[in-house]
Nanobody, 124 residues
Framework: VWLVESGGGLVQAGDSLRLSCAAS????????MAWFRHVPGKGREFVAG????????NYSSTVQGRFTISRDNAKKTVDLQMNNLKSEDTAVYYC??????????????????WGQGTQVTVSS
């Protein structure tokens, strides 16, 4: 399974940005997907997760109400809509996948597949 992120860039505080993750391989519809982000010195932080059918989602408290995760199983994509961006959202964002459905999302060590990351920079 390959995951490829896109959509990162440089924006100003208060702006919106949409990240997309395209997956290859079979059984995407059964995979739990998530977004994490990495800030140097802080490690990899959970951002948002979505269950295989898309019925359950979960967000970190730092992005709750501003970010929305969604998926399209037919297109094998998972998106992260980021609104009202803040300077502290600056990070490399990674798409991650687990090859089965679950509603446990927030531990990076649980995920088997990772994308290469996309940089999001928010200027204040």
């Amino acid at each position: 399974v390959w995951l490829v992120e896109s959509g990162g860039g440089l924006v100003q505080a208060g702006d919106s940005l949409r990240l997309s993750c395209a997956a290859s391989g079979r059984d995407f519809g059964a995979a739990t997907m998530a977004w994490f982000r990495h800030v140097p010195g802080k490690g990899r932080e959970f951002v948002a997760g979505i269950s295989a059918p898309g019925l359950y989602t979960n967000y970190s408290s730092t992005v709750q109400g501003r970010f929305t995760i969604s998926r399209d199983n037919a297109k094998k994509t998972v998106d992260l809509q980021m609104n009202n961006l803040k300077s502290e959202d600056t990070a490399v964002y990674y798409c991650a996948g687990r090859p089965f459905t679950t509603i446990d999302f927030d531990q990076a060590s649980w995920y088997d597949y990772w994308g290469q990351g996309t940089q999001v920079t928010v200027s204040s």
